[in-house]
């Protein structure tokens, strides 16, 4: 056996969506921030093509990269690597890495609950970790300041006419849509024609909306397309339907804790929300991911909600990934059969 690079990761899922945790192997790229490094990474794409592409990845995988946090408060950081974005902060990776942290023994956890801060490349994240025989069975995080930004904005699709959309950030960019009126139930079933027609949405609001986070320029983008569920309100709180298309087009297996975060914001702005409810996001594949609001704050001139998204995640096992140096194709390749929802 010989290899020019051995990576060590850590896989995981979140209610079901892969966030694998890169543990060793990689020296942390350049840069003075974790924001700085993320970009390093998603412009250099060396580490993204390694273990996003095939043979090593795949369109559903997720990869974190542990890297030595810059804040003095922070316990650990991590860099996101998602199938076409190097985001700010994500829902379900944020539980993947959290759960690998303290399951595997990266940082000490106490029984019955661990606290911990995390660095996203987005800004700090406080975790609560709920602790029982060396598991780590619940994670609730405090989420990045989420903040809807257009309420009820008109939004010509080609094919679909004209939709009526909100746009929001909850630690990464929605186009939120109403999923009853786009003709979906949110059954498993419709994971393909969401995922298909979500990619449009996104595309569409990125071509005549545009996105502006008003602290960092950088992120101007949307990233997602939230089909939003029927809000109900039941004995335990609020509960809806979560369906998250996600470039270059499958669905997000878990609730999508950012769109968990940015729909509370949108409830919020609209009166239907306040820091007494509980708000339980329901993905196509029935896993929850549960959601109030701490408080409120300002994101630049914009008025923000405090969210807390809570979700469980499970190790699946351990990879050394490897680069044989004769392999033709070092950084993998990907074909548009599975990279892209036709
Ligand atoms: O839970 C979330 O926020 C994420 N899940 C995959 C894509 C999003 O970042």
Same mark, same amino acid.
């Given at each position: 056996?010989?290899?020019?690079?051995?990576?060590?990761?850590?896989?995981?899922?979140?209610?079901?969506?892969?966030?694998?945790? &890169?543990?060793?192997?990689?020296?942390?790229?350049?840069?003075?921030?974790?924001?700085?490094?993320?970009?390093?990474?998603?412009?250099?794409?060396?580490?993204?093509?390694?273990?996003?592409? @095939?043979?090593?990845?795949?369109?559903?995988?997720?990869?974190?990269?542990?890297?030595?946090?810059?804040?003095?408060?922070?316990?650990?950081?991590?860099? &996101?690597?998602? %199938?076409?974005?190097?985001? %700010?902060?994500?829902?379900?990776?944020?539980?993947?890495?959290?759960?690998?942290?303290?399951?595997?023994?990266?940082?000490?956890?106490?029984?019955?609950?661990? !606290? &911990?801060?995390? @660095?996203? %490349?987005?800004?700090?994240?406080?975790?609560?970790?709920?602790?029982?025989?060396?598991?780590?069975?619940?994670?609730?995080?405090?989420?990045?300041?989420?903040?809807?930004?257009?309420?009820?904005? /008109?939004?010509?699709?080609?094919?679909?006419?004209?939709?009526?959309?909100?746009?929001?950030?909850?630690?990464?960019?929605?186009?939120?849509?109403?999923?009853?009126?786009?003709?979906?139930? =949110? /059954?498993?079933? !419709?994971?393909?024609?969401?995922?298909? =027609?979500?990619?449009?949405?996104?595309?569409?609001?990125?071509?005549?909306?545009?996105?502006?986070?008003? !602290?960092? %320029?950088?992120?101007?983008?949307?990233?997602?397309?939230?089909?939003?569920?029927?809000?109900?309100?039941?004995?335990?709180?609020?509960?809806?339907?979560?369906?998250?298309?996600?470039?270059?087009?499958?669905?997000?297996?878990?609730?999508?804790?950012?769109?968990?975060?940015?729909?509370?914001?949108?409830?919020?702005?609209?009166?239907?929300?306040?820091?007494?409810?509980?708000?339980?996001?329901?993905?196509?594949?029935?896993?929850?991911?549960?959601?109030?609001?701490?408080?409120?704050?300002?994101?630049?001139?914009?008025?923000?909600?405090?969210?807390?998204?809570?979700?469980?995640?499970?190790?699946?096992?351990?990879?050394?990934?490897?680069?044989?140096?004769?392999?033709?194709?070092?950084?993998?390749?990907?074909?548009?059969?599975?990279?892209?929802?036709?």
């Amino acid at each position: 056996m010989r290899s020019s690079k051995t990576i060590h990761v850590v896989s995981a899922h979140a209610e079901g969506e892969v966030g694998d945790v &890169i543990v060793g192997g990689v020296a942390p790229p350049p840069g003075d921030t974790i924001w700085e490094q993320s970009r390093w990474i998603a412009r250099d794409q060396t580490l993204r093509n390694f273990v996003l592409n @095939e043979p090593r990845g795949g369109v559903f995988r997720h990869v974190n990269l542990l890297v030595p946090p810059k804040h003095p408060e922070a316990d650990a950081a991590f860099i &996101i690597m998602e %199938p076409e974005d190097t985001p %700010p902060m994500s829902g379900s990776n944020s539980i993947c890495v959290s759960t690998v942290l303290l399951d595997s023994g990266i940082l000490p956890m106490q029984e019955p609950v661990t !606290e &911990i801060t995390l @660095e996203a %490349p987005g800004g700090l994240v406080r975790v609560r970790a709920e602790c029982k025989d060396g598991k780590a069975e619940r994670i609730f995080v405090q989420n990045l300041p989420s903040f809807a930004e257009r309420l009820d904005a /008109k939004l010509e699709v080609e094919g679909l006419g004209t939709l009526t959309v909100d746009t929001a950030y909850g630690g990464d960019s929605f186009v939120i849509v109403d999923a009853a009126s786009m003709g979906f139930a =949110l /059954k498993p079933d !419709e994971a393909h024609d969401i995922a298909r =027609l979500g990619v449009r949405i996104t595309n569409a609001a990125n071509a005549a909306l545009g996105f502006h986070h008003p !602290e960092n %320029p950088d992120w101007k983008h949307f990233s997602f397309c939230l089909f939003a569920g029927p809000v109900e309100r039941t004995a335990e709180g609020l509960r809806a339907g979560a369906a998250v298309a996600i470039q270059p087009g499958k669905v997000d297996r878990s609730p999508t804790g950012t769109a968990l975060s940015a729909r509370m914001a949108v409830l919020h702005a609209r009166g239907q929300m306040g820091l007494e409810d509980r708000l339980t996001a329901v993905s196509l594949i029935g896993s929850t991911f549960s959601g109030r609001i701490l408080g409120t704050a300002t994101v630049g001139d914009r008025p923000a909600v405090l969210p807390e998204i809570s979700g469980r995640a499970w190790i699946t096992g351990t990879h050394q990934h490897m680069l044989d140096p004769s392999d033709p194709w070092p950084e993998g390749y990907r074909l548009t059969d599975t990279w892209g929802a036709r």
